[in-house]
């Protein structure tokens, strides 16, 4: 009887053994289907782009994938390059967004962001009238942080050069800069109720605090936090 309960045992522990050999193959198959689908992605999805210049070599860009403005019959597809690509560094993993079309109404009038695709756009963000998810609300205009210049001249747009706040309408039209040449952005929040931004960034040495109207783009109120006297 004992020998019969130790055979089960090893039996057991023999099945168990295989399952976890099959899920541990199945899980890299997965990951592999993954990133073979992920490439293929971006083969389908790559664009030529050939800039002013004649002698500047062909490159390959990629088309994202589309996103909705909420509440608007708009969508936008970001084009992105490799982390890699010469001139550019995102100083992590993944794409590098470079550009942004956006695609308006039934006839899917397109329009780009920008005219060139020389900018590096750390971040995209829908300002939206109240929820967090899209249904069943209205996205009030478009957050953009962009690095535009090679400020340390060091070759190539990355982490360490300065950061343009930008806002749009729904439609990416009305481009407007809210702040240039800033260190880093630290953070910033939306008063869904008053359609105010709040930014804290900082500026060199200066840590500021600068609120701006979403209905105006225009700056209402602004603190240096460094200068803010401690209690006693």
């Given amino acids: 009887m004992e020998e019969e309960g130790n055979n089960f045992f090893k039996w057991t522990g023999r099945i168990s053994s295989v399952l976890f050999l099959l899920l541990l193959v199945l899980s ?5 289907f993954g990133i073979y689908e992920s490439n293929n992605w971006n083969k389908r999805n790559s664009v030529e782009i050939t800039g002013k210049n004649p ?3 062909i490159e390959n860009l990629h088309l994202g994938r589309i996103t909705k403005v909420c509440g608007k019959d708009i969508q936008y597809v970001p084009l992105t390059s490799d982390s890699n690509s010469k001139g550019f560094s995102s100083g992590g993993y993944g794409n590098i967004t470079r550009n942004v079309v956006f695609f308006v109404g039934e006839e899917m009038n397109a329009h780009w962001l920008f005219n060139t695709d020389s900018y590096l756009i750390d971040k995209i963000q829908q300002i939206k009238k109240n929820h967090i998810e899209c249904k ?7 957050y953009f942080e962009i690095r535009k210049k090679d400020a340390d001249n060091n070759g190539k747009l990355d982490n360490n050069d300065p950061i343009t706040i930008a806002l749009t309408s729904p439609d990416g039209l009305n481009y407007t800069e809210i702040e240039q040449d800033l260190t880093s952005v630290l953070d910033h929040s939306i008063n ?6 709040t930014l804290l960034v900082q500026h060199k040495k200066l ?3 600068k609120k701006y109207s979403l209905k105006t783009n225009k700056k209402l109120s602004e ?3 460094t200068r803010i006297a401690k209690k006693q």
């Avoid at 069943?136 to 478009?142: A, C, G």
């Fill in 28 to 32: 890299i198959g997965i990951v592999i």
């Fill in 55 to 57: 002698n500047k070599p």
């Fill in 136 to 142: 069943n609300e209205e996205t009030l205009s478009i």
């Fill in 192 to 197: 869904y109720n008053t359609s105010v931004l």
């Fill in 207 to 209: 840590i500021l605090m």
């Fill in 223 to 225: 603190k240096e936090i």
